[in-house]
């Protein structure tokens, strides 16, 4: 079966698979019924499907460039089944709406962009890291579809994720990988104590950042890795414990936490993997501890070598 306003070759269903038309099988008592038919339905679809095919650059359905400038709504077209990084919108766009044949966002699609709001729909399977980031979008749902989240993939307030996800779960408001134990989110960043749950073992890149009510926070013994800008800008923390079972943190990890006073380390310096810039510009902190050895970072300012 051919479709009338594609011409793209599809299986005896309803919808075709290219363009999206959901009338192919419709029949007709006599032909001036299909005349009008394809008067009526057929060529005003058409027209707006080239249209908006003409505000893209598209090869084997993958989004190469967008051409759209100066338009806040941006409707991705029917068919496509990923966007690559330069398949990005311009500034002035606010709201992606993205069909449901989507499959995969590359890594820093929509970094930075002033998008507000965006729809993933149930199909979509794989976001890139940071391909959201920056983007000032209040609230996000992840379908049940998502087998992929990669780091920082967004930096929305509140992270909702639909029921049946084989891949991942939200506990204590962390987003958590099922294969690995990761936490990738704070599901709801307004939040003023947040406890990890037990079989974390490793916290993502920047998973806390801007959780700028947050004051208490429990990590538990389990957790072996910390990641860059796990803590980034969590501004009202005022005390963390690391357990003893840390064997790395990563650069940035404790970064512009203003109001951070104490930090105790439940281990000795040299038996963790420290990057050198883990702690930065936290300029209340009066006290690190490590395994019961304090240093007055008020007195003598903490630095690693």
């Not at 075709?16 to 679809?45: K, M, R």
């Not at 330069?86 to 606010?94: M, N, P, R, V």
């Not at 699609?109 to 399977?125: L, M, S």
């Not at 890795?225 to 404790?254: D, H, Q, W």
């Amino acid at each position: 079966m051919k479709c009338p306003v594609c011409k793209t070759e599809c299986s005896e269903k309803q919808e075709c698979h290219q363009c999206g038309f959901s009338e192919l099988l419709t029949t007709f008592i006599n032909q001036d019924d299909a005349n009008n038919w394809l008067l009526d339905v057929v060529e005003p679809y058409r027209k707006n499907y080239l249209e908006n095919l003409q505000d893209w650059t598209i090869e084997d359905f993958t989004i190469k460039r967008c051409n759209i400038k100066g338009k806040k709504k941006i409707v991705v077209p029917y068919g496509v089944k990923k966007i690559e990084h330069d398949g990005s919108c311009d500034s002035k766009a606010t709201e992606i709406v993205l069909p449901n044949t989507i499959k995969q966002i590359e890594p820093r699609t929509f970094a930075h962009k002033n998008i507000e709001r965006i729809n993933i729909p149930e199909g979509v399977e794989e976001i890139g890291e940071y391909a959201f980031n920056g983007c000032p979008i209040k609230s996000v749902v992840l379908p049940s579809s998502i087998r992929f989240l990669g780091d920082h993939c967004f930096s929305a307030e509140h992270i909702t994720l639909a029921k049946g996800n084989e891949n991942y779960y939200i506990k204590n408001k962390c987003l958590i990988e099922k294969a690995t134990g990761k936490l990738l989110f704070v599901s709801d960043k307004t939040a003023t104590r947040i406890v990890i749950p037990d079989e974390v073992n490793s916290i993502g890149v920047y998973s806390f950042s801007h959780c700028s009510q947050l004051e208490s926070l429990i990590i538990p013994n389990g957790v072996e890795t910390i990641m860059r800008g796990a803590f980034f800008r969590c501004k009202n923390l005022k005390n963390i414990v690391f357990p003893s079972s840390i064997k790395s943190i990563e650069r940035y990890v404790v970064e512009q936490c203003y109001k951070l006073s104490n930090i105790y380390c439940d281990f000795y310096e040299e038996d963790v993997e420290l990057d050198k810039q883990w702690l930065d510009a936290c300029c209340g902190l009066a006290n690190l501890n490590w395994k019961n050895e304090w240093i007055l970072i008020n007195n003598e300012p903490y630095s690693l070598g």
